[in-house]
């Protein structure tokens, strides 16, 4: 198969490669490390002031902990004052134990007593952030159920991904040293107190804050005298979780320029001097140990410091389990309605017709894939290919290279989704996947209609004047019959929630449709496309240039050489500083991005009536969050295509923007925002007695006085 990649070998002629070659993996490369270096630059360049803003706390933190309090005051003072934190906040013994501990690391000498000073300096800055910063964002998420649903997958992001990947971003913005250890420490270290923080304002019983509020409290002391104190527990359970993952990456740290013991353990382990690891080490160990013994509540004084170091690493992703006392599953429940039949609402007779429409839509979607899309050149791989700017008398369909490409390809998974959805409800209603139903064909529906605007109104290549087939005109009919057959077949359709939608207006749905907004906005006005082809970017006058510099060499052969590393000089700084970049809101490029702007501020008001600002009725909110989700699948397939229809067939040194990656970011996430009504609308339940309850034959009809419709609540 060579359906996927077309690549040009060094003399320009077109060559492809079968896909079970491996070497089509480099035709079919996607460029995201020059996504990432672009918006890298750009924030270097015109963020400074923000970058500034961020290091100033962290550095501000460290120079005062650290310089002008732990490094000059005495180590007898030190001592002394772990003395009296540790009695005032345990008791005696734990403060005597902080006094000695702390003495020895003095007694192994003056270098590990600084490095001792700098390592709880350095904990104590990164701990100090993530309390400020982790309270008050786990309070938030534990009274706000839409902001947790934002909150909780950054912060899986955050426990999920490696601190190496992380790190280098930290290090390119603000340099090698503490501060930027002290920022990845708090990415690692912060998630448990968010989520223990949250869990215990969940755990407050809910009479207690109803007779609070009964009695007239305001919100603000329901929130500072109930839930916070009652909450402690949990909040301090996180904040040792934060202490104890913090001084694990205390090597990470040494790795990244920061001082502390960790840097002599890092030191002794490069040149694997053993004297000095283990003197490193046991300074490391008591300082480790001071720390826990400080933080812990009375009721979690078990356990030595390996064990809870091994479960606080054990559990970083699932904190919650270390405040649940004992084990053992709770025996099950008996169910209720063990003597009850189910099934799922058959169509109903209003559903059939708009059903078949919604199907005719997919029919005409597949079968236009197949037909001429362009013809007398590319459209839109025109621009990142020289060859389809201008190919007279040739045409192609909608899934060549040349043609729809991955316009096509989606085209056709959409019209696929559409049929299947109608053909899954119609044979076995409710029990086929989750997304074959109605609201899937008008979440597909709505996608490849926004797709196939975007693609007519697409401005072709300068310079190239492609015809478009039929294909696309016949792609359009489809996405406009099944969008019409889909949006009356959801208004007849038997679905209801799993469980009852709050009542409340979901404001974390309608933030988050604005921040997409934004996201697809920041992406229209950022680069779609990077050429740094040489036939593109040298000017008449550089040509010139280079012509009288060829002339000159045939002039003077002797002179030939030096001219010719004069020319290929001149080339290389050409393609370094005369690169075409072309937004997506520019004239000279495909104007996608302004298109994609449009449809995203269309989701984002169809977010209001789906947050239910006009109204809290379930239905309601189901179908807007349909619309809602279909416009933002369209606007992240317009970016996701425009990226690897270049990575199919672009020229080398063309390479897609980061603008379409944040274009096609930006979609996805307006259609997260209505994930979570998505997921509780089922299609409807029936529920039948094994023994029929008769009925009045004056207040059903036919096979409905033998059961009771109910959907499920």
């Not at 000073?117 to 706000?144: E, M, N, W």
């Not at 104890?244 to 490069?270: C, E, K, P």
């Not at 209609?449 to 696309?472: D, H, K, N, R, W």
Request: hydrophobic letters at 50%.
């Amino acid at each position: 198969m060579t359906v996927l990649a077309q690549a040009s070998n060094d003399a320009g002629e077109s060559v492809t490669h079968d896909l079970t070659d491996n070497r089509v993996l480099e035709d079919f490369r996607i460029p995201f490390g020059k996504w990432v270096d672009q918006a890298v630059d750009w924030i270097v360049v015109n963020l400074e002031w923000l970058l500034a803003l961020i290091e100033w706390p962290f550095s501000f933190l460290n120079d005062i902990l650290v310089e002008t309090i732990l490094e000059p005051i005495s180590w007898v003072w030190v001592v002394l004052f772990f003395f009296v934190i540790g009695t005032l906040i345990r008791n005696v013994q734990v403060g005597l134990f902080a006094a000695v501990s702390l003495a020895v690391c003095g007694l192994l000498g003056n270098t590990f007593w600084l490095e001792t000073a700098r390592t709880i300096g350095f904990i104590g800055v990164a701990v100090v952030l993530c309390v400020i910063i982790g309270i008050p964002l786990g309070v938030a998420c534990g009274r706000v159920d839409a902001f947790w649903q934002v909150v909780r997958p950054v912060l899986d992001a955050m426990q999920v991904v490696h601190s190496f990947v992380y790190m280098l971003p930290f290090i390119y913005f603000w340099g090698i040293g503490t501060v930027s250890a002290t920022m990845v420490t708090m990415v690692f270290a912060l998630p448990p107190l968010i989520r223990l923080t949250n869990l215990g304002v969940r755990q407050v019983p809910a009479d207690v804050v109803e007779a609070s509020r009964a009695y007239g409290a305001p919100e603000w002391r329901v929130l500072f005298d109930v839930q916070i104190p009652l909450a402690r527990p949990a909040i301090m359970t996180g904040i040792n979780q934060t202490l104890l993952l913090a001084i694990s990456m205390l090597g990470i740290a040494a790795i990244m320029g920061a001082g502390g013991l960790g840097r002599l353990l890092f030191n002794a382990l490069s040149r694997q001097d053993v004297g000095l690891g283990a003197s490193a080490g046991l300074a490391f160990f008591l300082v480790a140990v001071v720390l826990d013994r400080i933080s812990q509540t009375e009721a979690s004084d078990k356990g030595s410091l390996f064990r809870r170091i091994r479960l606080a690493w054990l559990h970083r992703r699932d904190p919650e389990q270390l405040l649940v006392d004992g084990s053992g599953d709770a025996p099950a429940e008996s169910s209720d309605n063990d003597d009850v039949e189910e099934s799922f609402a058959e169509v109903s007779a209003q559903e059939r017709p708009w059903m078949l429409v919604s199907a005719v839509g997919g029919v005409l979607a597949i079968v236009s894939v197949f037909l001429t899309w362009t013809q007398d050149g590319g459209f839109i791989s025109a621009f990142g290919r020289r060859s389809d700017e201008n190919i007279v008398g040739e045409s192609f369909n909608g899934l060549a290279a040349s043609g729809g490409s991955w316009f096509g390809y989606l085209t056709l998974a959409f019209g696929l989704t559409i049929v299947a959805a109608v053909v899954t409800t119609s044979l076995a209603p409710g029990r086929g996947p989750r997304f074959f139903t109605t609201d899937g064909a008008l979440i597909s529906s709505l996608g490849l209609l926004v797709m196939m605007i975007c693609y007519m109104l697409t401005s072709p290549a300068s310079g190239t004047s492609p015809g478009t087939g039929a294909g696309v005109y016949l792609a359009l009919v489809g996405a406009l019959l099944a969008t019409v057959g889909s949006l009356m077949w959801i208004r007849c359709a038997a679905h209801a929630p799993l469980h009852p939608l709050s009542l409340k207006i979901g404001w974390g749905r309608i933030i988050g449709g604005t921040i997409a907004t934004l996201v697809i906005l920041i992406g229209a006005f950022s680069g779609w496309s990077f050429d740094e082809r040489t036939d593109q970017v040298v000017s008449a006058e550089t040509e010139a240039l280079i012509e009288e510099l060829r002339q000159k060499a045939l002039d003077n052969p002797a002179d030939a050489g030096p001219i010719a590393a004069e020319i290929s000089s001149l080339r290389a700084q050409l393609t370094l500083t005369e690169r075409k970049i072309t937004d997506g809101v520019s004239s000279e490029g495909t104007g996608l991005g302004i298109l994609t702007l449009v449809a995203g501020l269309i989701g984002l008001a169809t977010t209001l009536p789906a947050g239910g600002l006009f109204g809290r009725e379930e239905q309601r909110q189901w179908r807007w969050s349909t619309v809602t989700a279909g416009i933002g699948v369209g606007v992240a397939a317009v970016g996701f295509n425009w990226i690897f229809v270049h990575v199919r067939s672009a020229d080398p040194n063309y390479v897609s923007g980061v603008g379409s990656f944040l274009t096609t970011i930006g979609g996805f996430m307006l259609a997260a925002t209505a994930l979570s009504v998505l997921r509780e609308f089922r299609r409807s339940k029936i529920y039948s007695d094994m023994e029929p309850i008769p009925v009045p034959q004056t207040t059903t009809t036919g096979a409905e006085s033998s059961s009771i419709e109910q959907p499920v609540a």
